[in-house]
């Protein structure tokens, strides 16, 4: 690691993950020296792929769509495609098999997608296009302020004109609606409010909470524009070309290289201190961890304001995280599989089941029928695994561990050791196997990534939790991490910034919290000179 110059470096980014790189980006953009240091041996967090699980398969250790990263402006703008970044889509967006062999079907042309739904219950295609227009009117703003530094000024002054123009306070009633509700306001029939709450489940929201119908009308348009695109050849494709961008512009990373510290000294941060006993002087520290290892760990309690501290205590963690893949010898078997297949399935009954499962895992109850969220990534990108194979996966939501009250099928302890973990994999295979008979036959192998095994390959997934913390209403926007932060990247400390999941806006692949980390640092550093 070198010493950057006799003044140190501009900034160190901790963490290379796509928040740690885009700040390293942004940053770089403006001229800033530059150092990222990683505690991995790869750089990329939790986009990453690996082929430990089969030679021939290529597999998304963790996120694998990615619809927000070509959404948000903080990694559209990065033109990342001139840097070896080629995007792959599923024939079909997602799909949701229900019912006797019936399947509800996002399709990227809106048009496809209705046409669908009517088929299922008349009406239903005509109540679908009237969505997609008002997202047509709102989305674009919508997104842009829930992606930029908080408060949202321009994107809020689109805005709210967009919503005086596509029905003004009905709209907003909707958008806050708990999703379980406005499914069934807006549709007659079960399958669109089956592709609404399937996509809210993708967070933490219980379905009938206040947050979850904004959320699931964000990520069921996101699919119905832009897709869920995934990476052609790995989720690690998407980090070497951000690796690649910011190397090329003078970032210096160095992985295998773990913070343990960050130095502060007459009230300002100074630089930070990695395992090994090295120290690197800087005037800032844009920090792509979590707030719990960030506030009280690497910085000292001494040196954070009173009021932050306090605001950690109630902080909350998103529940855990189970993910399992698989390396099968053929495509799923799905009941009546559509002619184009989807990337992402989603696996539950009904909206009321998914209520219920969701419900379970935020009161403490480790589901006995757990919502599936689930990957055919070969189908989605031919170079992930051999042809006529399949690379597939799938994760769903636990309590995190000591959290657990019990299990509604009292076969795990809820602590998720290896046992645990395995049995509830078990439980997501059979789970599979009732929509795909026969899909146990073609599991050539499996792998199981249980909460504990998730954090050690990425220390910012504490205890599973995928989300830096909570979604819920109570911890998003000017409350995220606490009410102290008021929703910006600047910790009170100067010199320090929360670039990660835990920083306004949250979780998910959009490059938004490390850019208005990096933007919060330019802009102090301009008004100290």
């Given at each position: 690691m070198s010493a950057g110059s006799s003044t140190g470096w501009d900034a160190v980014v901790v963490g290379a993950g796509p928040n740690g790189l885009v700040a390293a980006n942004v940053l770089a953009d403006a001229?800033?020296?530059?150092?990222?240091?990683?505690?991995?041996?790869?750089?990329?967090?939790?986009?990453?792929?690996?082929?430990?699980?089969?030679?021939?398969?290529?597999?998304?250790?963790?996120?694998?769509?990615?619809?927000?990263?070509?959404?948000?402006?903080?990694?559209?703008?990065?033109?990342?495609?001139?840097?070896?970044?080629?995007?792959?889509?599923?024939?079909?967006?997602?799909?949701?098999?229900?019912?006797?062999?019936?399947?509800?079907?996002?399709?990227?042309?809106?048009?496809?997608?209705?046409?669908?739904?009517?088929?299922?219950?008349?009406?239903?295609?005509?109540?679908?296009?009237?969505?997609?227009?008002?997202?047509?009117?709102?989305?674009?703003?919508?997104?842009?302020?829930?992606?930029?530094?908080?408060?949202?000024?321009?994107?809020?002054?689109?805005?709210?004109?967009?919503?005086?123009?596509?029905?003004?306070?009905?709209?907003?009633?909707?958008?806050?609606?708990?999703?379980?509700?406005?499914?069934?306001?807006?549709?007659?029939?079960?399958?669109?409010?089956?592709?609404?709450?399937?996509?809210?489940?993708?967070?933490?929201?219980?379905?009938?909470?206040?947050?979850?119908?904004?959320?699931?009308?964000?990520?069921?348009?996101?699919?119905?524009?832009?897709?869920?695109?995934?990476?052609?050849?790995?989720?690690q494709q998407l980090t070497e070309s951000l690796v690649t961008r910011c190397t090329g512009l003078g970032v210096e990373l160095v992985t295998d290289a773990e913070v343990t510290g960050v130095d502060v000294r007459d009230g300002r941060v100074v630089g930070v201190r990695t395992r090994d006993g090295q120290s690197c002087a800087t005037r800032a520290v844009l920090a792509d961890v979590s707030a719990t290892h960030l506030f009280g760990r690497l910085v000292a309690e001494e040196h954070l304001p009173p009021r932050l501290m306090r605001g950690m205590r109630d902080f909350e963690l998103d529940p855990g995280t189970v993910k399992v893949d698989w390396a099968l010898s053929g495509p799923v078997p799905w009941t009546n599989r559509p002619e184009r297949a989807p990337g992402t399935v989603h696996v539950a009954d009904s909206v009321e089941e998914m209520t219920e499962t969701l419900a379970q895992v935020a009161s403490g109850v480790v589901p006995d029928r757990p919502f599936l969220l689930t990957g055919q990534m070969t189908t989605s990108d031919p170079t992930r695994s051999p042809a006529g194979t399949e690379s597939f996966w799938a994760y769903t939501h636990v309590p995190q561990p000591g959290k657990t009250r019990r299990d509604a099928a009292d076969e795990v302890t809820g602590e998720w050791g290896h046992d645990d973990a395995q049995r509830f994999a078990d439980r997501m295979q059979a789970r599979i196997e009732a929509v795909a008979p026969g899909f146990g036959d073609l599991v050539l192998e499996r792998r199981v990534l249980g909460p504990h095994e998730l954090e050690a390959r990425n220390a910012n997934l504490v205890g599973g939790a995928v989300n830096g913390g909570t979604s819920q209403l109570h911890q998003e926007l000017v409350f995220r991490p606490v009410p102290a932060m008021r929703g910006r990247a600047a910790t009170g400390v100067p010199g320090l910034y929360l670039a990660s999941a835990s920083a306004h806006p949250g979780g998910g692949v959009h490059g938004a919290a490390g850019a208005n980390a990096a933007r919060a640092a330019l802009w102090h550093q301009r008004i100290r000179r």
């Open positions: 001229g800033w020296r530059v150092l990222v240091l990683e505690a991995q041996p790869t750089p990329g967090g939790a986009v990453r792929s690996d082929r430990e699980l089969h030679p021939d398969f290529v597999h998304d250790t963790f996120s694998a769509f990615y619809p927000l990263a070509v959404a948000s402006r903080a990694i559209a703008d990065l033109r990342l495609e001139d840097h070896g970044l080629t995007w792959e889509h599923a024939p079909a967006v997602l799909g949701h098999p229900f019912g006797d062999g019936q399947w509800a079907v996002l399709h990227r042309d809106r048009h496809d997608t209705a046409s669908g739904l009517d088929a299922l219950r008349a009406g239903d295609g005509d109540a679908w296009l009237e969505l997609c227009a008002t997202w047509d009117r709102i989305g674009p703003a919508l997104v842009d302020g829930l992606t930029s530094p908080f408060p949202p000024v321009r994107a809020g002054a689109r805005l709210l004109p967009a919503l005086a123009r596509s029905g003004g306070l009905d709209t907003v009633r909707r958008l806050a609606t708990p999703v379980a509700s406005l499914g069934r306001e807006l549709f007659a029939g079960p399958a669109a409010p089956l592709l609404l709450n399937g996509n809210a489940g993708h967070a933490d929201f219980p379905l009938s909470s206040p947050g979850s119908g904004v959320f699931g009308v964000l990520m069921t348009m996101l699919g119905q524009t832009v897709g869920f695109p995934v990476p052609r050849g790995g989720a």
